[in-house]
T-cell receptor, first 113, second 115 residues
Framework: AQSVTQLGSHVSVSEGALVLLRCNYS??????LFWYVQYPNQGLQLLLK????ATLVKGINGFEAEFKKSETSFHLTKPSAHMSDAAEYFC???????????WGAGTKLIIKP | GAGVSQTPSNKVTEKGKYVELRCDPI?????LYWYRQSLGQGPEFLIY????????DSGLPNDRFFAVRPEGSVSTLKIQRTERGDSAVYLC?????????????FGPGTRLTVL
């Protein structure tokens, strides 16, 4: 069965520092991969997605992610953290054989001033 | 434009009671999904509708859970004989079609508490 692992339930970075949120998936075939963000008291919002085009995907708010098949990873990065990036981030995978999104447990990003 | 809305935002009920949770998707979206999110976890798939029919209900945990979408728009998730373990945030999402790479647009959720 598909699974998604997000390393670190909480990640803390200083404002202006690099943000790296890790996501690994298990799949026998390349899936579709997504990163969603959930700001406090708001619904989940799509940051970016991988659908088998370019392996480096750019999203909103300066975030990007790179699909690495050999590592079964889809890590999310941002060069310089901003206070407004504080939120919970979820990685999700859609197996090409069904309609379900399988989600990681989420990583809460904390930005230190 | 209007996003996905869910009502109520909070629901407190007693063990054994029946509850209904409502989802209004974005107008024109044919695909609708229900998820359940427990504290500290990611969303868990429950059911997917394409139009009026449930195309995949494999995520419903047991026969106490049922969902309908009679006119292909609004959907209702129904839970019978609620149990304390049903307490969670229930999320609804919609997308333009059921294509697996499509973005899903989420509502704010309904927080269900079973006492």
């Amino acid at each position: 069965a598909q699974s998604v692992t997000q390393l670190g339930s909480h990640v803390s970075v200083s404002e202006g520092a690099l943000v790296l949120l890790r996501c690994n998936y298990s799949s026998s075939v390349p899936p579709y991969l997504f990163w969603y963000v959930q700001y406090p008291n708001q619904g989940l919002q799509l940051l970016l997605k991988y659908t088998s085009a370019a392996t480096l995907v750019k999203g909103i708010n300066g975030f990007e992610a790179e699909f690495k098949k050999s590592e079964t990873s889809f890590h999310l990065t941002k060069p310089s953290a901003h206070m407004s990036d504080a939120a919970e981030y979820f990685c999700a995978v859609s197996d090409r054989s069904n309609y379900q999104l399988i989600w990681g447990a989420g990583t809460k990003l904390i930005i230190k001033p | 434009g209007a996003g996905v809305s869910q009502t109520p935002s909070n629901k407190v009920t007693e063990k054994g009671k029946y509850v209904e949770l409502r989802c209004d998707p974005i107008s024109g979206h044919t695909a609708l999904y229900w998820y359940r999110q427990s504290l500290g976890q990611g969303p868990e798939f429950l059911i997917y509708f394409q139009g009026t029919g449930a195309a995949d209900d494999s995520g419903l945990p047991n026969d106490r859970f049922f969902a309908v979408r009679p006119e292909g728009s609004v959907s209702t998730l129904k839970i019978q004989r609620t149990e304390r373990g049903d307490s969670a945030v229930y999320l609804c999402a919609s997308s333009t079609s059921g294509a697996r790479h499509n973005e899903q647009f989420f509502g704010p959720g309904t927080r269900l508490t079973v006492l």
